[in-house]
């Protein structure tokens, strides 16, 4: 079962996408454990698929890049799943501070 998360923007879709893929490398930085392995690749235009290893969980998530929001689909593992509202407010926050670079987002 994915978790959808709604990431809004005013970037606009080049953008957004340009920005997410200088910013991937980031990615590790930001998930807890303080390492992380992020797979990431660009199967469609607008989409990106990543793969994230850490603590010993795997989780796979699409982002799709629209206009004024990037859609996340996150799929998170069973042992995962009870902390989806953390995790959900985790990559909203991380999300909007990697994309707007606003470290100021509570």
Same mark, same amino acid.
């Given at each position: 079962?994915?978790?959808?998360?709604?990431?809004?923007?005013?970037?606009?879709?080049?953008?957004?996408?340009?920005?997410?893929?200088?910013?991937?490398?980031?990615?590790?930085?930001?998930?807890?454990?303080?390492?992380?392995?992020?797979? =990431?690749?660009?199967?469609?235009?607008?989409?990106?698929?990543?793969?994230?290893?850490?603590?010993?969980?795997?989780?796979?998530?699409?982002?799709?890049?629209?206009?004024?929001?990037?859609?996340?689909?996150?799929?998170?593992?069973?042992?995962?799943?009870?902390?989806?509202?953390?995790?959900?407010?985790?990559?909203?926050?991380?999300?909007?501070?990697?994309?707007?670079?606003? =470290?100021?987002?509570?």
């Amino acid at each position: 079962m994915a978790t959808q998360i709604d990431l809004p923007h005013t970037l606009g879709r080049e953008e957004a996408r340009r920005r997410m893929k200088a910013r991937t490398g980031d990615l590790p930085n930001h998930i807890p454990g303080g390492v992380a392995d992020v797979r =990431s690749s660009w199967p469609e235009d607008y989409r990106m698929a990543l793969s994230i290893a850490a603590l010993g969980q795997s989780v796979s998530a699409t982002l799709d890049v629209e206009d004024q929001r990037i859609r996340i689909s996150l799929d998170l593992p069973p042992m995962l799943r009870f902390a989806s509202g953390a995790i959900e407010a985790a990559v909203q926050r991380k999300g909007r501070e990697l994309l707007l670079g606003d =470290s100021s987002v509570a």
